[in-house]
């Protein structure tokens, strides 16, 4: 699941997750490094957007803006109808995180498994059971938008991740000049 549900308020709006990069949208890398198949995008607004990648365009099953557990909610909902058990998320804009991650993330002994890179929690990098639809549901309509209180209170667990800044995301214009130019010299994340 591609969490490109933000508001992208830092970059100026739109949607970052279109944004070129390296002459492909960020997104379409995001959707390279999961490499999980079947995969859906959280976003809302105009699901047309998204029409070239061919994938399944889920909104925020509750209105008003409710974050990232607001797209976990709704990934949830398509995964349970398609009978699968856990969902693993990335965040739209940060294109260069491992290939591992939805492998290493989903076969962690936890119902919520997070990822963590140098002492870092990265929330928005999770794999979360299936079975927590309706308990995560309950933490939204309650007013508890906070992720990792949410995912302990559920029950986490971290797995580390090395690497150069692998959860490095793109919020500023300067963020995705620093890795358009990276990309282009050849000294991107691998």
């Known amino acids: 699941m591609v969490l490109a549900g933000g508001q992208s308020r830092r970059m100026g709006g739109g949607d970052k997750a279109l944004l070129d990069l390296g002459g492909r949208p960020m997104v379409a890398h995001v959707i390279d490094r999961l490499g999980v198949v079947p995969t859906a995008i959280s976003a809302n607004g105009d699901p047309d957007r998204f029409a070239a ?27 349970a ?4 058990p ?7 804009d940060t294109p260069f995180f491992p290939r591992d991650l939805a492998a290493r993330l989903a076969a962690a ?20 059971d299936v079975s927590l639809h309706d308990t995560l549901r309950q933490s939204l309509a309650d007013g508890d938008r906070r992720v990792r209180a949410v995912m302990e209170r559920l029950g ?3 797995i580390a991740f090395a690497g150069r800044d692998p959860f490095f995301n793109v919020n500023t214009p300067e963020d995705l000049a620093l890795v358009r130019r990276r990309l282009a010299t050849g000294d991107a994340w691998t």
């Open 156 to 158: 986490v667990a971290r």
């Open 53 to 79: 990648f061919g994938l399944p365009v889920l909104p925020d099953p509750i209105p008003g803006w409710l974050g990232p557990l607001a797209g976990v909610l709704a990934g949830m909902g398509w995964a």
């Open 86 to 92: 856990r969902i693993v998320t990335a965040a739209a």
């Open 81 to 84: 109808v398609q009978g699968i």
């Open 109 to 128: 002994d936890a119902p919520v498994a997070m990822a963590v890179h140098d002492g870092d929690d990265h929330p928005a990098f999770a794999a979360w």
